[in-house]
């Protein structure tokens, strides 16, 4: 059974939903879309993306594609947000405080996406988790914050002082792709880390053919999967900050 916390370091969490392109969302307004969600995200704005091709991966060779419009619907708070785009959706939270509080909001969004424009089959479905945590002390020393076998290399002697520590870690679970980003954050990069911001991103995701009814079903899954990794990732001094 998953740990009950009173408190959590989440900046941001992220729901989003891949699938093929609704040609409908790039030629008209999702009104309709809008008016049935109005109640939850009263808060409306459009705005305009570049996307480029860049052949071979090189970017001296890039060329801009058509502009795409994406339309944005918050909250009244703005802490919670729902993003349209033609091929994808998202839902994310700056104010997280329980799977199920964040899950009525991912479901109020997908069940009017498949009501309102005729999408059979989800390519890609991810939750992904932000944290950021501020220690005391020793701005690089992370012993209890994050398990041994993460921040053993923190002991190296480089004979310097340190001023980035970024680390990712790509993994599969069953099925479940997981990508996991750690280490620290550093708002004077490229001077020395003078302060301990430990960032610990959990972003898992399944890139599959899915029904849009098992939506909510998976992710639940990914969540067990999310928490179980986070878990996993802690050490007790973390625990510690997340309770009264």
Known sequence: MAAVYERNHLDNVICRADFPVVLRLGSESPAVFQEKLASLFPRTSEGVVLEAEMPGGALQN????????????????????????????IVSTEKYSHFGNFLGFVEAAFKTLIEVYPITVITRLGLRYQNELLTPGNPTDLNGYLDDALVAHLAFNHGGQLTQEKHALWFDRAGIHVILNYGL???DFPGPIRESRVVLDVDCFIRDVLDPRETLGRLKQLNEEATDVFERCIGEKWRNTMHD
Not at 73 to 87: C, E, H, I, S, Y
């Open 62 to 89: 890039a060329t801009l594609k058509q502009p795409i419009t994406r339309w944005e619907f918050a909250t009244r708070d703005g802490a919670t947000r729902v993003l349209l785009q033609r091929d994808f959706l």
């Open 185 to 187: 954050s550093n708002p």
